[in-house]
């Protein structure tokens, strides 16, 4: 018994080992809303740990350029960003910066939307330093700016999975259709998923999230995945004045709970049989394509 344990420890090991030498890419998400003022990039940092807790490697980057506070919210200052990388005076490991629990995070500034001045020479070379992001990641999350811009609409669709933050209100909700409107319009090979935020209770957490739902099969011919909700809760007002997040400061809170089973429902969940390219160089070559193109 003793030697056939240890024969089937081997071959484990054996199986591991061969796993882990095969070449692995991560999942891009990029997380979204119609408008600002949602929780867009409050739910992308709090998400990131709880996947991390999970046992997720997990990378944000921060490419909500115009408001962009992933180290606001965690009080970390940040010298370097995706610019200086593109600019050719940091490497791509000097722009990462080690949040709590383990996950990390990249400030994207300005600098994406300088990729499509790159030459074809230098922006091989760009290719070629982000590999190194999916050997670290399993689960890259792309916190976009919200609205229906071009260039986030854009950044948004470049992704192969797209997760959009609303709130119950009119306006949210007005705006995130908009958004699923617009993004559709251009292109529909891509899995969208809705979190409603801030909701009253329960019951007024499923009516917006089905209407939502119901509304966009019938009227723009699209499904929409329900991935959860999180009820409106102090513990996250407090945790963003302390500038922490709340599923390390207030664990038992309602609104950690809640965002952990969207952690679960998300990794449960996986996009099928897209043949669209993966990880971070194939959505970079996803959105390069897209900036070529203007829509009409």
């Not at 996950?103 to 922006?123: A, D, P, Q």
């Not at 890259?140 to 470049?158: C, F, N, P, Y």
């Not at 891509?190 to 099969?217: C, G, K, P, Y």
């Not at 991935?227 to 963003?240: F, Q, R």
Request: with cysteine; net charge positive.
């Amino acid at each position: 018994m003793d030697q056939a344990e240890k024969l089937r420890q081997i071959v484990q090991e054996l199986k591991l080992k061969k796993t882990s030498m095969e070449p692995k890419e991560a999942r891009i998400i990029a997380v979204t809303s119609g408008k600002g003022g949602v929780g867009k990039t409050n739910f992308t940092l709090n998400c990131g740990i709880a996947l991390k807790k999970i046992g997720y490697r997990v990378l944000i980057i921060d490419a909500d350029f115009g408001l962009a506070n992933i180290d606001v919210m965690l009080g970390i200052t940040t010298k370097y960003n995706l610019f200086h990388v593109i600019d050719g005076k940091r490497k791509i490991q000097d722009v990462i910066t080690e949040g709590p629990c383990g996950i990390k995070f990249i400030s994207g500034g300005s600098g994406i939307w300088e990729l499509i001045n790159l030459s074809s020479h230098k922006l091989e070379e760009f290719m070629v330093m982000l590999e190194g992001l999916d050997n670290i990641a399993d689960i890259i999350l792309i916190d976009t700016g919200a609205g229906v811009s071009e260039r986030i609409l854009k950044m948004v669709l470049a992704a192969n999975e797209v997760i959009i933050i609303t709130t119950p209100e009119p306006t949210a909700i007005t705006d995130a259709y908009a958004l699923v409107k617009s993004a559709v319009s251009i292109n529909r090979d891509v899995t969208f998923r809705l979190v409603i935020n801030r909701a009253e209770n329960q019951r007024e957490a499923n009516a917006v999230m089905d209407n939502f739902i119901n509304v966009s099969n019938k009227f723009l011919d699209v499904k929409l995945q329900p991935l959860g909700y999180i009820l409106y809760d102090d513990s996250v007002m407090k945790s963003t004045k302390q500038q922490k997040p709340f599923v390390i400061e207030y664990p038992k809170s309602q609104a950690a709970k809640q965002l952990n089973d969207i952690a679960y429902a998300l990794t449960s969940s996986d996009i099928e049989g897209s043949d669209r390219p993966q990880g971070i160089k194939g959505y970079i070559y996803q959105m390069m394509n897209f900036l070529k193109t203007r829509r009409t």
